[in-house]
């Protein structure tokens, strides 16, 4: 298991910006997949972004050319950079963290508002 803290969430007025950072426990060259997913009320998780080891990205439609999905080896952190921020951006943010024969983890999340 890979132990994942988020932070960076909070409120923000539509077309504003936030950048939600996730600190790992081990190394992320240990890691085979990093995402981002994301829970608005009344609604089921989603995939939001991920970032394999080998640097591939995949972001969901809603989000492409607005969020940013990287990592920082050093600070074994991945983030999301998030711009152009909208209403429906609304929701919990969890960090997700998979690891080839051990499993999926996942942070508690961190709640982003946007909302003028």
């Known amino acids: 298991q890979v132990q994942l803290v988020e932070s960076g969430g909070g409120l923000v007025q539509p077309g504003g910006s936030l950048r939600l950072s996730c600190a790992a426990s081990r190394s992320i060259f240990t890691i085979n997949n990093m995402g981002w997913y994301r829970q608005a009320p009344g609604k089921e998780r989603e995939l939001v972004a991920f970032?394999?080891?080998?640097?591939?990205?995949n972001y969901a439609d809603s989000v492409k050319g607005r969020f940013t999905i990287s990592t920082d080896n050093a600070k074994n952190t991945v983030y999301l950079q998030m711009n152009n921020l909208k209403p429906e951006d609304t929701a919990v943010y969890y960090c997700?963290?998979?690891?080839?024969?051990?499993?999926?983890?996942w942070g508690k999340g961190t709640l982003v508002t946007v909302s003028s």
């Open positions: 970032i394999t080891s080998g640097g591939s990205t």
């Open positions: 997700n963290a998979i690891v080839v024969g051990t499993g999926r983890s």
